[in-house]
């Protein structure tokens, strides 16, 4: 029977004894964090440049297509029992997997405070305008310590205690308040009917919606690998985020139009609306994502330094609370950007590495970098930044992600089908 504390060596694959998630632990994980703040302001940011018709249709695109790739990546962790940088190693070797390791515990860090800040900056101005009371400072430590609690725990033990066990129906009761709220005071067809400015194309939309699935895949390992079956690990992630995503990014979209565009007036209108008491629901379930980022930024770490990942969850957790109690975050959320922008391309290679070249066999990787393996990453990372200057209404996401997986296919080849794990490379 897997114990329900279980942060388990990031290198070493999770024996079969210990894997206790079932498809519905990862329906409830995935559901959670495909829905929050973040996603309802990205469904604002479509609004009216499309109109919500084609807000909708890029919604749904994005969404299966995103998702589906995520737990294609879910499937690489119950395959091989490691985590996502440990998964890693196969495709860029021991060492070269140290610069994504490093890379995302920096972007991990800062989303950290970056959701605490949020969840601060929501809960107090509810708070504010309902009992008048104010203190971000007591918000601030409130949710990073609730975080870092559940990050110590692990994910076998936050999914059983926290999500299955109250955390989902409060979201849920949380996300259905905020949908009866927007049919019953709003005039769905007559949203429908705008027109939108065409300030955004199509397909940039569905490339905004997709890099919120795949924003994920430097995470999605650390819990699948914890899982019964690739299958159920399959389906049950691909489910609950693609439900989640489209629900909560249509209402965002919904809210914005009805305000009047922009994700600015979102969380406006949505108070006005009545659905302060959803807000705060949602804002207490918004510590699902913070929750993520503390306990894989410690996963990641350990992957480089001889650490337990529960000690490095309480190092990461007091670190993130400061900088939100202190830095100015999100001046910073540019960069946070860019960083994750690097790691579409970089999980092109995995897929391709594991699917393709490995046909979902993991051979324990030794020391070494593997050059195809970086090559087609550096590909695949200007492939992006070229198309989001370049040819921004094509979208930059998933053209980099398939880039890079083609390119490293074809390096592969070119240097002699050599397998990816060879230290020699």
């Avoid at 936050?158 to 955390?167: E, N, T």
């Avoid at 900088?323 to 897929?351: C, D, K, N, R, W």
């Amino acid at each position: 029977m897997a114990k329900l504390h279980d942060t388990y060596d990031p290198l070493t694959p999770v024996p079969e004894a210990r894997r206790a998630f079932r498809a519905q632990d990862a329906f409830s994980l995935w559901f959670s964090l495909g829905i929050g703040l973040l996603v309802l302001q990205a469904g604002a940011f479509l609004v009216p440049g499309l109109s919500l018709g084609m807000a909708l249709a890029a919604i749904v695109t994005g969404s299966v297509l995103g998702a589906l790739l995520l737990a294609a990546a879910g499937v690489v962790g119950t395959d091989t029992g490691l985590s996502s940088m440990g998964a890693l190693r196969l495709a860029l070797g021991a060492r070269g997997a140290a610069v994504p390791a490093v890379l995302n515990a920096i972007q991990l860090t800062g989303w950290g405070a970056f959701e605490i800040i949020a969840m601060r900056d929501s809960a107090d101005a509810l708070a504010k305008q309902t009992f008048g009371f104010s203190s971000p400072v007591i918000w601030t430590l409130a949710f990073g310590l609730l975080a870092t609690f559940l990050a110590i725990q692990g994910p076998v033990s936050f999914v059983r205690r926290f999500l299955r066990a109250w955390g989902l129906w409060l979201l849920l009761a949380g996300a259905g308040w905020l949908s009866w709220r927007l049919l019953a005071e709003h005039d769905l067809s007559a949203l429908l009917a705008k027109a939108g400015t065409g300030e955004m194309s199509f397909g940039a939309g569905v490339d905004l919606v997709v890099a919120m699935p795949l924003s994920w895949l430097p995470l999605i390992a650390d819990y699948t690998r914890f899982g019964r079956t690739s299958g159920g690990m399959f389906k049950g992630s691909a489910a609950g985020y693609v439900l989640a995503n489209i629900w909560f990014m249509a209402l965002g979209a919904a809210y914005a139009l009805a305000a009047g565009g922009g994700e600015s007036l979102l969380l406006t209108a949505l108070a006005a609306s009545g659905g302060g008491i959803a807000l705060l629901l949602i804002v207490i379930d918004e510590t699902d994502n913070t929750f993520a980022d503390i306990h894989s930024a410690a996963v990641s770490t350990a992957t480089l330094v001889p650490a337990k990942p529960a000690n490095l969850a309480l190092v990461f957790g007091a670190l993130c609370t400061t900088i939100a109690l202190f830095a100015p975050i999100t001046q910073y959320e540019g960069f946070l950007l860019l960083i994750g922008s690097v790691f579409a391309p970089l999980f092109g290679v995995l897929l391709a590495d594991h699917f393709v070249l490995r046909r979902r066999a993991a051979a324990v990787s030794g020391g070494g970098v593997n050059l195809p393996g970086l090559l087609a990453w550096a590909i695949g990372i200007a492939a992006y930044q070229a198309l989001s200057r370049l040819a921004p209404d094509l979208g930059a996401t998933l053209p980099s992600f398939v880039a890079a997986g083609v390119v490293y296919l074809g390096l592969k080849r070119a240097w002699g089908g050599r397998r990816s794990s060879d230290p020699t490379l």
